[in-house]
């Protein structure tokens, strides 16, 4: 929201790819009509002036600059609109490079560049317009930087159209002076590359997911024949449709309707009408009984599977994704100078669920929370808690002992940045801010206004490890815990964790009752989960999974 359409898909519009936000303003007129020389806002009968007046900016129009804050005219007129990429997930080959996606970073590097984006001679390039091509490598010249921090996409120097690439290799027919999008290239299922390509960036920053592993992943190794003896029917990377065994398009009996099925996602609102439909679940694969059943999938065997007070209570993901290999983001603190700063589960985790300690950084162990499953039915579902430190103006509506109605809104951290000047400021012992002293330093500053004369925040308040830190009036702090309280807000964000599912010999369960229970500390109960990085003491709190979900086995 703060970031405005246009800088969004920029950065963003690289994995959405294509149409709705990308190619229409909120009033549902396009951005701007390469046709008719038009933006949107003229259609409404708007000026340029109208949408970018001081103290006043139209989010679809202009573009802020997330450094400083300073506010330009979007120039859709030169960088086109991003119209639906139907072949960015039906291409049936994808380009791979040393394990990069290059389909994916042809077309995040065309974006980024936006109306600085230029042709060999030094022509304008309409980037927005030109990046679903450019996803397709029909180009001969597109210079860019591949190798770019994690996180980071590629931006791109120059790009150089040629269609003639697309005949040359075959992508493209040519009849007569018209060309064609050659039939052979185009898949019907996607293959997992393409959600690899905006996928893996994602679930591996915030979930640890690992991808073709057929030792992390039961379901890549049996859906692409590699749990077998016969090495001549496996699938190899590249032809894997995995994913939409789970996840088809074909949802309600339309084969092309292009709701690819979901489940409960426990973050996000996106079309919450269609979670879990069209989407096959454990059960649905698994069970004897269900109608849904494949059967190639394993009845599970096992007593504690077919004992309800398993079954009626916890997720099968609950036992079978026991931990994970590879690190994920387990903090983004933006709280010490606008700029964010993240620290991995390695950081905070170890491989013993009890002792966060640990020397040993190999796994580590996700936390739980409730959900309603697709039959229903409230489970305990494995999840990463990512804890995040903002900065909040806390409106209290009037209502001072009431907090049912108030609001604590985030502050843009590009206006955070014009306080801190991109440092953490005087009086700072460490990089967090956490003591009293600390938190009230900050409170004092945010206080001040920004580039534009606003003040950045009237009540400045700490969103931090579960509750609000604000000034007293006393000249002290104060704090109250968020949950519970009336007020919606947060800094523990839940992730789901779906995938990369063990096997039962890996699973809670397979070493015996004690992984659960006894009257001693079990790794499933009582594995020490992070509530808050930083403490006013300056180390981190923990608490159980006994604690957080009130559930203690009986």
């Not at 259609?43 to 002036?49: A, I, P, R, S, Y």
């Not at 996700?366 to 959900?371: A, L, R, V």
Request: glycine share 10%; net charge negative; aromatic share 10%.
């Amino acid at each position: 929201m703060d970031k405005t359409s246009f800088w969004w898909v920029g950065l963003c519009g690289i994995c959405h790819t294509g149409g709705g936000p990308t190619e229409f303003d909120r009033d549902g007129y396009k951005y701007y009509d390469m046709k008719t020389g038009q933006f949107g806002y003229e259609l409404m009968g708007k000026t340029e002036n109208d949408i970018n007046r001081p103290g006043h900016h139209d989010g679809d129009y202009t573009e802020v600059n997330t450094s400083n804050g300073t506010l330009r005219t979007a120039p859709w007129d030169k960088t086109g609109v991003a119209e639906t990429d139907c072949l960015y997930c039906h291409r049936k080959d994808r380009a791979v490079n040393d394990g990069k996606m290059m389909n994916w970073a042809w077309r995040a590097a065309t974006l980024r560049k936006k109306d600085a984006l230029v042709d060999s001679a030094g022509d304008p390039v309409p980037a927005f317009a030109a990046a679903a091509t450019a996803g397709q490598g029909w180009f001969t010249q597109l210079d860019f930087n591949p190798k770019v921090p994690a996180g980071k996409p590629p931006m791109a120097n120059n790009l150089q159209i040629d269609y003639g690439v697309g005949v040359d290799n075959g992508t493209i027919t040519q009849k007569g002076s018209q060309l064609y999008v050659s039939a052979g290239m185009i898949t019907d299922q996607p293959k997992d590359q393409a959600c690899w390509g905006c996928h893996a960036m994602a679930d591996a920053k915030k979930r640890g997911r690992e991808w073709f592993n057929p030792d992390t992943d039961v379901h890549y190794r049996a859906f692409n024949k590699l749990d077998d003896l016969d090495n001549t029917n496996d699938i190899a990377p590249g032809e894997s449709i995995a994913c939409t065994k789970c996840h088809p398009a074909g949802m309600d009996g339309v084969k092309y309707n292009h709701n690819i099925a979901k489940g409960h996602a426990n973050l996000g609102s996106a079309r919450n009408d269609t979670d879990w439909a069209g989407f096959r679940t454990c059960r649905d694969c698994h069970m004897a009984n269900s109608a849904l059943r494949d059967p190639n999938a394993p009845v599970p065997p096992d007593k504690i599977f077919h004992d309800g007070r398993h079954t009626n209570i916890l997720s099968c993901e609950a036992c079978h994704i026991p931990y994970k290999a590879k690190p994920a983001q387990l903090v983004a603190d933006n709280s010490i100078t606008g700029t964010p700063k993240g620290y991995n589960t390695d950081v905070f985790l170890s491989a013993d669920p009890l002792d966060p300690e640990n020397p040993d950084r190999s796994r580590w162990y996700p936390s739980f929370t409730w959900k309603k499953d697709k039959d229903g039915v409230q489970r305990v579902f494995p999840a990463k808690l990512l804890l995040s430190a903002w900065w909040g103006d806390w409106d209290q509506n009037g209502t001072p002992n009431d907090l049912s109605d108030d609001q604590i809104k985030p502050i843009p951290l590009w206006r955070i940045r014009g306080i801190t000047k991109n440092a953490p400021l005087p009086g700072i012992e460490d990089m967090s801010v956490n003591t009293y002293a600390e938190i009230l330093i900050y409170i004092e500053a945010l206080k001040a206004n920004d580039i534009h004369g606003n003040a950045v925040a009237i009540t400045p308040v700490l969103v931090k490890g579960g509750e609000v830190w604000y000034d007293d009036g006393n000249g002290s702090v104060a704090h109250f815990e968020y949950e519970g309280s009336g007020i919606h807000t947060e800094s523990s964000h839940p992730f789901s964790v779906s995938h990369n599912v063990r096997s039962g010999a890996q699973a809670w369960g397979a070493a015996g009752c004690s992984d659960c229970h006894g009257g001693h500390s079990t790794p499933f109960f009582d594995r020490k989960i992070l509530v808050d990085p930083f403490g006013p003491d300056g180390k981190p709190k923990y608490r159980t999974v006994r604690g957080l979900l009130k559930l203690s086995p009986r």
